[in-house]
């Protein structure tokens, strides 16, 4: 796990009825830091989509959507226009606050 993802762990889960993305009902938990990097008891956020193949929770998967911390303890999100690496979507414009449950 790296610093940046550490920072990460710090931050509180998502979480609500609904897709932190797009407001359908939340179906999944998304580990924020992937568990394969250490982020098994980390934060998660509620994703509309069966398994990480559909919906918001494939789109994460995908790297298309992404997420951040937002400097204020809380999280941002950007949905890039193509899958893309997290270290190239932290630099991409368009960066939306997460709405609070």
Known sequence: MNRYQEAM???PSIEAPWCAFCGRPASERHHIVPRSQGGADGPT???CGFGNAGGCHGLLHAHVLHLRPDGRGWWEWLRADAPCKHEAALALPGW???MRP
């Open 9 to 11: 762990m710090a931050l």
């Open 45 to 47: 956020v509620a994703v």
């Open 96 to 98: 939306m606050p997460v």
